[in-house]
């Protein structure tokens, strides 16, 4: 079985001259952590409404504010 890997390792030509004169460039995409900007929005809507309401409500439990009733 390992005859057999090095045998390929031995007759395989690992420099072809066709990929050495190709050029390598990453695409451009419009993608932060692989979503879109409309995902992107709604998510930092959410943190924000989250960020309300915990705040919020860290407020009424230490009554700093507290409900007109």
């Known amino acids: 079985m390992f005859e057999d890997f090095r045998q390929q ?3 395989d030509n690992f420099e072809d001259p066709e990929e050495q004169n190709q050029v390598f460039t990453l ?3 419009n ?3 692989g979503m879109t900007p409309p995902q992107r929005f709604v998510l930092a809507v959410m943190l924000l409404m989250m960020t309300i309401i915990l705040s919020s409500l860290c407020l009424l439990v230490t009554e700093r504010i507290v ?3």
């Open 27 to 29: 695409p451009r995409s």
């Open 67 to 69: 409900p007109p009733l």
């Open 9 to 11: 390792a031995v007759e």
């Open 31 to 33: 993608r932060i952590l």
